[in-house]
């Protein structure tokens, strides 16, 4: 993301909140709400934003839709797609109750004023990874010198990648930085339009590799820890105004979800069952490949799925802070919370 589009998207964030705020000078009346709502015959209305179209990120939410759980726990809930608002904006304005987002995103939004939480971890580690063609001789960050790296042109981005390359003993002034958007990866690499680019190994690691059959190599972030930090991309975001409101609903939404999770976790063709009947325009190679690779990354070993650990927030906070990425202070404990997930400690 680069510093404008951040810029943008904390502007549209605090512009949302205040707009939201002003808006809402009387309280709505809960009593009248519980009336409608039983006249209906529906429960709660929820609404859970998604950060992209429907994908393996997102499999607990459509199998707890699938098998009625949000119904059992009296909500009504609506997954939509991202339109051009964004999840942490469509948060902030009250038009979403949930959203999908990451931690690179929800941190300069809390620094720069936005009220928002994250509730749960999606994947208990970052999956990403650099992808290069094999035949351009990368086999550790070192080798990324005198090599192009396509992408959005955002400061995580380059910082990750120069801090990458000079851990390893190579100089990052020798990797050329190359801004191309939202290009298809396979296209960008087989036209060389750049030589290495940052990918999700759930998702574009199956497509590039086992759909489109292409001999690449891989740098998973995972791998080097000990130079990036982790963090949790994608998590569940609210607003900390739906947490002080409605605690409870809070509680209901991550106990049904997290079910949909668990059922993610232990039964993958299960889980890709129901994102593929959700979104049938899938390929179904796609998202049952990745649901098995998925499987095991929901959670961390022996830990119940989207508790998020203290240290992955410290780390990465001072990581965006060190970078020069972070223009403030942000207090990271109140940037996210275990207490709303089932079995959390």
Known sequence: ???LARILIVCAVLLAACANASSNTQAPDPTSAASDQAASGKGRPLTVMLDWTPNTNHSGLYVAEANGWYDDAGLDVSIIQPGEQGGLPALASGDADFAVS???ALTP?????A???SVAAIIAS???SLVALADEGIAR???LEGHRYGGYGGELETELIRTLVECDGGGPDAVDFVEVGNVDFRVGLERDFFDFVWIFDGWDGIRLRDIAGLDVATLPFADYFDCIPDWYTPLFATSQAMIDDDPEMVRAFLAATARGYRVA???????ADALLEAAPELDEQLVRGSADYLADRYAAEGQPWGIQRREIWDDFTAFLAEAGILEGEVDVRGAYTNEFLPQAP
């Not at 939004?109 to 004023?113: D, E, M, T, Y």
């Open 1 to 3: 993301m680069t510093r």
């Open 141 to 143: 960050p070192r080798d």
């Open 102 to 104: 990451v931690q690179e």
């Open 265 to 271: 976790i232990e039964d993958p063709d299960a889980a």
């Open 115 to 117: 009220p928002l939480v």
């Open 126 to 128: 970052n999956t990403s």
């Open 109 to 113: 939004a809390r620094v720069q004023g």
